[in-house]
């Protein structure tokens, strides 16, 4: 079955990065996108971007163009989110989101990783 | 970037028929998906495509489009159906990155 198991929490300072990683299990991981969607205490859903497993490229939201970087590891099926210069309304529950297949389409954020809470601090 | 617009709180009685509703100019070019979210979990994906649903999700939860307005319907809700809702499509701008509604707090009467 489609498992993807994100990395523990995390607490950083402000101006710090932090690193989010989100293990695939179940299918093939570069055969399918990859989606980061961010969720701040009692707000809704933000899509940040997403990444081509196969490839390495990425697609951010513009809101995150040039703080975020999308990667994978394709030997260990894992992908991995990284935000610089972390504030404090950056603390939120970070998702990992299976996309469409590569080839051929289908359907976007089916399966989800369990959440990852990055908590911005000083 | 477009954005889609949800209203923020629906109730419904218990057994009844609710739709939870979503706007947006890119539901013209595109279909919307949508994904219930209860307390401390992820999302769950309950309808995607023209009227989709993915195995395991209850054939009470519909989905349909029309305009700029995308709707989801649940027929005879249930208690578990109260949650959040959120729903999402492509944006019809630039390089079609994805958008997600604000989201609609379901309350199960």
């Known amino acids: 079955q489609v498992q993807l198991v994100q990395s523990g929490a995390e607490v950083k300072k402000p101006g710090a990065s932090v690193k989010v990683s989100c293990k695939a299990s179940g299918y093939t991981f570069t055969g399918y996108y990859m989606h980061w969607v961010r969720q701040a205490p009692g707000q809704g859903l933000e899509w940040m971007g997403w990444i081509n497993p196969n490839s390495g490229g990425t697609n951010y939201a513009q809101k995150f163009q040039g703080w975020v970087t999308m990667t994978r590891d394709t030997s260990i099926s894992t992908a991995y989110m990284e935000l610089s210069r972390l504030r404090s309304d950056d603390t939120a529950v970070y998702y990992c989101?299976?996309?469409?297949?590569?080839?051929?389409?289908?359907?976007?954020?089916?399966?989800w990783g369990q959440g990852t809470l990055v908590t911005v601090s000083s | 970037s477009s954005e889609l617009t949800q209203d923020p709180a629906v109730s419904v009685a218990l057994g009844q028929t609710v739709r939870i509703t979503c706007q947006g100019d890119s539901l013209r070019s595109y279909y919307a998906s949508w994904y219930q979210q209860k307390p401390g979990q992820a999302p769950v994906l309950v309808i995607y495509?023209?009227?989709n649903r993915p195995s395991g999700i209850p054939d009470r939860f519909s989905g349909s489009s029309s305009g700029n307005t995308a709707s989801l319907t649940i027929t005879g809700a249930q208690a578990e159906d109260e949650a959040d809702y959120y729903c999402n499509s492509r944006d019809s701008s630039g390089n079609h990155p994805w958008v997600f509604g604000g989201g609609t707090k379901l309350t199960v009467l």
């Open positions: 989101a299976r996309g469409a297949a590569i080839r051929w389409g289908g359907r976007d954020f089916d399966y």
């Open positions: 495509g023209k009227n």
